[in-house]
């Protein structure tokens, strides 16, 4: 499986942006797909999840924010970021799982929230 993530930049707070993840190779091995991210100095957190039944799971200080979704078509997984904030800059990298397993990840795509 390989995964393509795009869509990082740069965003002044309060702005918006979409990241796009599209997954090739052997996809049919994919149970969910999310996004994580990491912060200079920081350890890597969760943003969303979902699974290939559309269940949805958050970060606690991305909820209402930030919206998961998939296009099971393409095999691609969006993060539309909404409000965003300064202490949401980070590299932001999509990944997939077999049954929990998180074994494939895209590289990374900066995102930068200016004040």
């Known amino acids: 499986v390989q995964l393509q993530a795009s869509g990082g930049g740069l965003v002044q707070a309060g702005g918006s942006l979409r990241l796009s993840c599209a997954a090739s190779?052997?996809?049919?091995?994919?149970?969910?797909m999310a996004w994580h991210r990491q912060a200079p100095g920081n350890e890597r957190e969760l943003v969303a999840s979902?699974?290939?039944?559309?269940?949805?799971n958050y970060g606690r200080s991305m909820k209402g924010r930030f919206t998961i979704s998939r296009d099971n078509a393409k095999n691609t997984v969006y993060l539309q970021m909404n409000s965003l904030k300064p202490e949401d800059t980070g590299v932001y990298y999509c990944?997939?799982?077999?049954?929990?397993?998180?074994?494939?990840w895209g590289q990374g795509t900066q995102v930068t929230v200016s004040s």
């Open positions: 990944g997939a799982s077999n049954e929990g397993w998180w074994g494939y």
């Open positions: 190779g052997s996809v049919e091995v994919i149970t969910a």
């Open positions: 979902i699974t290939t039944g559309g269940a949805t």
